[in-house]
């Protein structure tokens, strides 16, 4: 079946500029997350949605990231007014709703370059 | 709060050589362990993981891990490897009661030379 979907793979915005990056998860996947993947630093998590329970937005760097979650599928994530340190690649993951042993799978990620 | 260490930033190797990449968690009653690989301009695949059972898990391209309690550690291991293995690797945890994010490690990029 289809995994996890990113779009687009590379967005190259001017500094201050907005961007929406999107994920389409595995269906019947209620758990989805974000991640982003700087150089030499991991994966660093920012949000993650499971169902209809809030998010948790624990690991947002600031108030110009947010994201939503449309009819428990597609997520869009947002940065606004983007700075040239938000350049890295976003990961999206997905996992069925088991629990703690429900291991998450990844879509390709977006690659956001920021001039 | 969790975390995840992975002491060796870069490993490189020679084919056929048998490598180990390091991973150790912080303390906790119990956890679930992962281990991720990365290829070159993709996402994050799942390699292997430990739910509960026996501590010795293995995957089906002839990695395996070892979760050792005691030391709090799951070191990933393989007697031979091959070209193709080169890669990022990542570690991650998540606490047994717990069906949040996946803690991971800083990731090891393994290179395996001719």
């Known amino acids: 079946g289809a995994g996890v979907s990113q779009s687009p793979s590379n967005k190259v915005t001017e500094k201050g500029k907005d961007v929406e990056l999107r994920c389409d998860p595995i269906?019947?996947?209620?758990?989805l997350y974000w991640y982003r993947q700087s150089l030499g630093q991991g994966l660093e998590f920012l949000i993650y949605f499971q169902g209809n329970s809030a998010p948790d937005k624990s690991g947002l760097p600031s108030d110009r990231f947010s994201a939503e979650r449309t009819g428990g599928s597609v997520s869009t994530l947002t940065i606004q007014r983007t700075q040239q340190e938000d350049s890295a690649v976003y990961l999206c993951?997905?996992?069925?709703?088991?629990?703690?042993?429900?291991?998450?799978?990844f879509g390709n990620g977006t690659r956001l370059t920021v001039t | 709060a969790q975390s995840v260490t992975q002491l060796d930033s870069q490993v490189p190797v020679f084919e056929e050589a048998p490598v180990e990449l390091r991973c150790n968690y912080s303390?906790?009653?119990?956890?679930?362990l992962f281990w991720y690989v990365q290829y070159p301009n993709q996402g994050l695949q799942l390699l292997l993981k430990?739910?509960?059972?026996?501590?010795l898990v293995e995957s089906i391209n002839g990695f395996e891990a070892e979760f050792n309690k005691s030391q709090t550690s799951f070191h990933l291991r393989k007697p031979s490897v091959h070209i193709s293995d080169t890669a990022e690797y990542f570690c991650a945890v998540r606490d047994g009661g717990s069906q949040g994010n996946l803690i991971f490690g800083k990731g090891t990029k393994l290179s395996v030379k001719p």
């Open positions: 993951a997905s996992s069925l709703p088991q629990g703690a042993s429900s291991p998450l799978h």
């Open positions: 303390s906790s009653v119990s956890v679930y």
């Open positions: 430990y739910l509960s059972g026996s501590t």
């Open positions: 269906s019947g996947h209620t758990a």
